[in-house]
């Protein structure tokens, strides 16, 4: 098709975002020039509509007044000499096949498109038809004139174009078919039979049931085997031709390789089916959240009614041992809170990652001493040992946070009178930190779904700390984001190990150079 001709398109479709969207991927083709009218209805197909001279039609197949396929056969029945494009949902792709089978030159699913794969279809189905009337205007009518043309499409057509006999010699073949199969010449590929070309043989037999019944196919999806052995999705238009006697003569058709079609469909396929398991997660893991946000509210006020109603018959100490709990439950609240702002923030890329030079040695320290206080309350020993000449490359905010966090959670399990070791290692061109807890494990079934978005859960300390749930979660992300990996061990009533590895740093100026090309 000339990029320069202006296309004439009739557009049904009765929903206005579709119209919308249909006109701004034609307005985003550079060079493409286009008039388009668009109707609602099938009632709307008035004497000025018909009588305008339409390039091709885009139809939905399902508008208020027409549904499925009879929506196509309508305006099939009124434009039979105009290429028409269906437009399916993703769930009635079967329906445009349907449709490409009794006539259509092609269809889309709405929503797994872009304006590339919207040209193709508008440039295939001009040409497809095209094809197709040139070649049966020869076979019928066998005009000279006809034939020059067919010849110089059967030399020159993107498409391959082949005639088999019943029994699947190829008596005919052209140049696109050659290539298509990856054979070196029209004669080589001849010499096989058609049933060599499938990579299941049994499948010739079904296509020759389906011509015998109807005599002919359009649109006929099937896998084939290239000259190198490599498989390919094709979709294939065929016909049968038949003496007066009306005996087979020979198949005739047209093949295109639909592969990297076939590829985009599957991967939008994956991508529907990730992204409904990660808002089912999602769903999920909110309403879990939900649950444990009431929990430090619920106290906040049982607590604050109790102190209302009988605040004059407490004494100072009874008062103040109430404040006490409603400080803890307040400090529960906001800490969730907190934690969730930051997990937000991570999924929306808004958190600024600056990597640097960070001491782990330091950072341990400093982590070991804001975390005494809360040990020394359940008489846990806290030991370190950590190379103070290892230094990672990482953002020190996100680390910290992490170490926070599973220094925090180390505590939280751990018994009175417990330890807690927190070491480091090189492993290659990575750090790996280790906090290390005697504490009271895991089973199997819990350590398999850590980190996870979908089994998110808060639990119980050993002297009943409550939990947000979240702060794995975040400690997964904040590490992921830094090129890291973190795992954890552990055994029921034996304790745990939680690992993390960075990036070592490197004096060199290396490490510049993954700012780059980390996804951030």
Not at 298 to 327: A, H, Q
Request: glycine share 6%.
């Amino acid at each position: 098709m000339n990029d320069k001709k202006k296309l004439n398109i009739l557009f049904i479709e009765d929903n206005p975002g579709d119209v919308r969207l249909i006109r701004e991927l034609l307005n985003s083709l550079h060079g493409f020039s286009y008039t388009i009218k668009n109707i609602a209805s099938l009632n709307e197909l008035d004497s000025s509509v018909l009588e305008d001279s339409f390039d091709i039609i885009l139809t939905d197949l399902n508008i208020h007044d027409s549904n499925g396929i009879q929506t196509f056969k309508k305006v099939y029945t009124l434009f039979p000499n105009i290429p028409i494009i269906v437009q399916t949902g993703i769930s009635d792709k079967e329906l445009g096949e349907l449709a490409v089978s009794e006539g259509a030159q092609d269809y889309l699913v709405k929503g797994s498109f872009d304006e590339q794969l919207l040209y193709k279809s508008i440039t295939y189905s001009i040409e497809r038809l095209k094809l197709s009337k040139s070649l049966h205007a020869e076979i019928i009518k066998g005009e000279q004139e006809k034939a020059k043309v067919f010849e110089e499409i059967f030399e020159n057509s993107s498409f391959g174009i082949y005639r088999t006999t019943p029994d699947g010699e190829l008596l005919l073949v052209n140049p696109a078919l050659v290539k298509i199969l990856g054979f070196d010449s029209v004669e080589e590929l001849k010499e096989k039979n058609v049933r060599d070309l499938y990579k299941n043989e049994k499948k010739r037999d079904d296509f020759k049931e389906i011509m015998v019944k109807q005599g002919s196919v359009s649109g006929y999806e099937e896998k084939w085997k290239k000259k190198d052995g490599s498989i390919i999705f094709v979709q294939k238009s065929s016909r049968i031709v038949k003496d007066e006697n009306g005996d087979i003569l020979y198949y005739e058709g047209t093949v295109e390789d639909i592969s990297k079609r076939k590829e985009a469909d599957e991967k939008i396929f994956q991508y529907n089916q990730k992204l409904e398991k990660l808002n089912a997660d999602k769903d999920k893991f909110f309403s879990t959240l939900a649950h444990d946000l009431t929990k430090p509210f619920t106290g906040l006020l049982g607590l604050n009614k109790m102190m209302i109603e009988d605040y004059d018959e407490m004494d100072d100490s009874e008062r103040l041992s109430l404040l006490k709990e409603i400080n803890t439950a307040s400090n529960n609240g906001y800490n969730l809170l907190q934690d969730l702002l930051h997990w937000s923030r991570a999924q929306m890329n808004g958190l600024s990652i600056k990597r640097e030079k960070v001491s782990l040695r330091e950072l341990v320290e400093k982590n070991l001493r804001f975390a005494n206080q809360t040990a020394e309350n359940k008489n846990i020993t806290l030991k370190t040992d950590i190379d103070s000449s290892l230094d990672v490359f990482a953002d020190y905010n996100m680390i910290d946070a992490v170490l926070r966090n599973l220094l925090s959670n180390a505590i939280k399990f751990t018994y009175k009178r417990g330890s807690i070791l927190i070491s480091s290692s090189l492993n290659d061109n990575n750090v790996v930190l280790t906090v290390n807890d005697n504490g009271s494990g895991m089973e199997e079934k819990v350590l398999s779904n850590l980190f996870k978005l979908e089994n998110s859960q808060s639990t119980l300390g050993t002297s009943g700390e409550e939990g947000t749930g979240l702060g794995l979660i975040l400690c997964k992300e904040y590490i992921e984001k830094n090129n890291g990996k973190i795992w954890a061990e552990s055994e029921f009533g034996e304790g745990s190990k939680f690992h993390f590895s960075l990036p070592v740093f490197e004096s060199s100026g290396k490490n510049e150079k993954k700012i780059s090309v980390s996804n951030i």
